[in-house]
């Protein structure tokens, strides 16, 4: 059984730092695009972030410049990190992994499969 289970959100002012984890199990991910989302309240989910097997990287203008994205295939596991976080990246963040194998990183929702069940991140102003 597939399970994605995100790590490290929690409380932070603004200006601060957070680094979610994803910990991938039951399936060897290293060949997927893993890809980050969040849902604030009354929003749809939106793209975050997003690595492709081959190390490539694409980001939502919103968060370009203040988050990275990471991955280990050898543990399984991607990484955001934030950096310079505001009020408005306030929300749960999820992680996500295609189900087919792709060199490139992908940014729409509707090209996941796996989804993990969320962390959440508030930013205080």
């Known amino acids: 059984q597939v399970q994605l289970v995100e790590s490290g959100g929690g409380l932070v002012q603004a200006g601060g730092s957070l680094r979610l984890s994803c910990a991938a199990s039951?399936?060897?991910?290293?060949?997927?695009?893993m890809g980050w989302f969040r849902q604030a309240p009354g929003k749809e989910r939106e793209f975050v972030a997003a690595v492709g097997w081959s190390g490539y990287s694409t980001y939502a203008d919103s968060v370009k410049d203040r988050f990275t994205i990471s991955r280990d295939n050898a543990k399984n596991t991607v990484y955001l990190q934030m950096n310079s976080l505001k009020p408005e990246d306030t929300a749960v963040y999820y992680c996500?992994?295609?189900?087919?194998?792709?060199?490139?990183?992908?940014?729409?929702?509707?090209?996941?499969?796996?989804w993990g069940q969320g962390t959440q991140v508030t930013v205080s102003s």
């Open positions: 996500a992994a295609t189900s087919f194998v792709t060199a490139q990183p992908m940014r729409s929702i509707n090209d996941y499969y796996y």
């Open positions: 039951g399936r060897t991910f290293g060949s997927y695009a």
